[in-house]
Every structure is written in structure tokens, then in C-alpha cells.
């Protein structure tokens, strides 16, 4: 009786044994029975570029395909997928139509870029939608962005910058979509930080403010001109203002930028090596003003430095000479035969 007892634990050791080793088999093979069944062990060791979830021909595991038109969903190969996803027959995938690029709305639409006329978007360039040359603006001021599917429609994703009509804008550079989509700058000027300014200017403290010129705003906004050069002059911040004097080596002046009287006395001060004076006459309208060397022979149009009066309608003063004597005498261009061409040029 013993013995028989005995027997049979044994031949019972063996059973169990075959059991799990078949069990063990059955964890590390993956099932397609086609019917939906068991769960694979998931081993991509010896495939590490395939999705052994996603895979049909590496299903829960490397080499593992499915047959008969099935997918392989998390893992397992079925005849259908697990939702939302859907059953595309063409790729033998499971797709999500609602933000799938290459399956947007259905398994066959595939989402793209717009068509910007191929050109390159870069600096230079005429802007997609217009005819503009971003001439006044710096980097790149529109991509085409990347495909993109939302809520099953196609649309484009745009990296920092603005989707306008399905292309990227930069909205704080653009010359056509400044700020927004609708906002084209003139012709004349430029997107700077979203607004549209001359191409001088700079957007600072709401407004915009020409950096070549302002002391409080030299070169870029926030850097003030003081101390020892307290003048901005070409978006540098300077001692003085050099200005351009027509037949006479350029001098520098202590004014500020734009104080058009003011370069006009140090003009005509370090021209005549004098202390010049003032009178409220030029030499036409008589009523802006010039400064002149008391030395007898100059004032009213005989000779002066008017700082309105312009006959070239330029940003410039006017040297009035009505006699060769006094443009010689002060080492000026000596080429000038009636009156009123001679000039230095204002900051």
C-alpha cells in the first residue's frame, strides 16, 4: 500500500512538472488562436527598433506576425483594435483617426504642409502670401510648419510662432502678420517686437523710439547716454555730434540730436574759429533763424548758418554766401556762385 501511494506522488511530480513546463512555453510565445485570447510576454531585446505592441510583424514579440488580416493591438494579434483606434486593412495597423497625420478622418488621408510656392523661408524672400520683401526684418520670419491632425482635420503645428491660413508666421517680426494675423505694416517700416515702426526705431516702453538718435534709448532700449558722452548719435552713445560740413573737415558739437540751433552755433563757431551770434533771419524766409561770425562783413544773407532753411529739402543746414569773399576766408568750398548752397549736415 505504501508503495502504490509512493508511486503515484511520483508519477503526480511529473504531471505537475510537464504542466509548468508547458505554462512556461505558453508565457513566452505569443498566442494567435484568433480568438482574442492571452497575453503575451513582451520581448523586443532582439528587435529594439520595432513596436512589439503596435508591430504586425513583431507581435508581443520579435519575429511574431500576425495572419489573416489581423492587427496587433498591445501586444496580441486580433481581428479588431481596441478603442479608440480603428482598423486600417491597407498598413494592417490600428490608427487614431482623430490625431493621426498619416490617418486623419479616415485611413487614407494623409495631412501635409502648405504649399508656400517653394520658396525657401528665409530672410530676403517675398513672404508667401504677399509681395513684400521682409527687407526690414531679421531671422526668419515664416516655416511651413509640421503636418499635424486635430479632432480629425488636418491643420499645421507651428513651433513659437502664429498659424495664419496654414503657414508660421513670427508675429513679433513678420512685415505682413505683425502682431497678429491681419496687421500689415507699410511699406516704410518695419515689425519690431510685434508693432510696426521705421526701420530705426525700436518698440520701448510702448512706443516707438528711434535708437539712432535717443539719448535715453541708444542702440537698443534702456541704454542712456550720460556722463561723459551724453549724446547718441548712430545708435552709439558719443562725447559729441560729428556733423558733415560741406569744403571743411567735419566738426564735432556738443548738442544733443535734433537741437538744430544749437549745431548750428557750434558749426559756425569752429568753422570761423569766432563766437558767433545770433539773428532771427536766413536766407529766404527770414524767420528761422541762422548764427553768424561778428566780423563786419557777414550776417543777414551775406553770410551765416541758417538751421531751417534747407534748398536741398534734405536733413541739412544751409551755409548762406552771397559773396565768394567769406566762403574763401573761412577755408569753405569756394565753388558756390550765388547764393545759399552751401551746407552742413544736422543730426
Not at 493621426?100 to 510656392?117: E, L, Q, R, Y
Not at 517686437?193 to 521705421?198: A, E, W
Not at 562725447?239 to 544749437?262: F, M, Q, R, W
Not at 548750428?264 to 527770414?286: L, M, R
Amino acid at each position: 500500500m505504501r508503495r502504490a501511494i509512493v508511486g503515484l506522488s511520483a508519477g503526480t511530480s511529473i504531471a505537475f512538472f510537464l504542466i509548468a513546463v508547458s505554462c512556461a512555453k505558453a508565457l513566452t510565445t505569443p498566442l494567435d488562436d484568433g480568438t482574442d485570447s492571452g497575453v503575451p510576454a513582451i520581448d523586443s531585446s532582439a528587435c529594439p527598433d520595432a513596436d512589439v505592441t503596435a508591430d504586425p510583424n513583431n507581435c508581443g514579440g520579435c519575429g511574431h506576425k500576425c495572419t489573416g488580416g489581423q492587427v496587433c493591438a498591445s501586444g496580441v494579434c486580433k481581428n479588431q483594435c481596441d478603442t479608440p483606434q480603428v482598423k486600417c486593412p491597407a498598413v494592417q495597423a490600428c490608427v487614431d483617426l482623430t490625431k493621426d497625420p498619416s490617418h486623419c478622418g479616415t485611413c487614407t488621408t494623409v495631412c501635409n504642409t502648405a504649399d508656400a510656392g517653394g520658396l525657401d523661408p528665409s530672410n530676403g524672400n517675398p513672404l508667401p502670401d504677399s509681395g513684400v520683401a521682409p527687407s526690414n526684418d531679421s531671422g526668419t520670419p515664416w516655416d511651413l510648419g509640421t503636418a499635424a491632425c486635430v479632432a480629425s482635420k488636418c491643420t499645421v503645428t507651428c513651433m513659437g510662432k502664429l498659424q495664419c491660413n496654414g503657414i508660421c508666421f513670427d508675429p513679433l517680426q513678420d512685415h505682413d502678420h505683425c502682431g497678429d494675423c491681419m496687421t500689415a505694416c507699410p511699406s516704410d517700416q518695419a515689425c519690431t517686437l510685434g508693432h510696426c515702426c521705421l526701420p530705426d526705431e525700436g518698440w520701448c516702453n510702448g512706443a516707438c523710439v528711434d535708437v539712432s538718435s535717443d539719448n535715453a534709448n541708444c542702440g537698443t532700449c534702456g541704454t542712456v547716454c550720460s556722463g561723459m558722452t551724453p549724446n547718441c548719435s548712430q545708435g552709439k552713445c558719443i562725447a559729441g555730434l560729428t556733423i558733415t560740413v560741406e569744403g571743411h573737415a567735419p566738426i564735432v558739437a556738443n548738442c544733443k540730436v535734433g537741437d538744430y540751433s544749437c549745431e548750428a552755433h557750434e558749426v559756425c563757431n569752429k568753422v570761423t574759429n569766432s563766437q558767433c551770434v545770433f539773428q532771427q533771419y536766413d536766407c529766404a524766409t527770414g524767420s528761422q533763424g541762422s548764427w553768424y561770425p561778428n566780423d563786419g562783413m557777414s550776417g543777414s544773407s551775406a553770410f551765416n548758418f541758417a538751421y531751417g532753411y534747407d534748398l536741398w529739402n534734405g536733413n541739412y543746414g544751409n551755409i548762406c554766401a552771397c559773396t565768394n569773399a567769406q566762403m574763401t576766408k573761412y577755408g569753405l568750398s569756394a565753388t558756390h556762385t550765388y547764393c545759399g548752397l552751401g551746407h552742413w549736415q544736422r543730426q
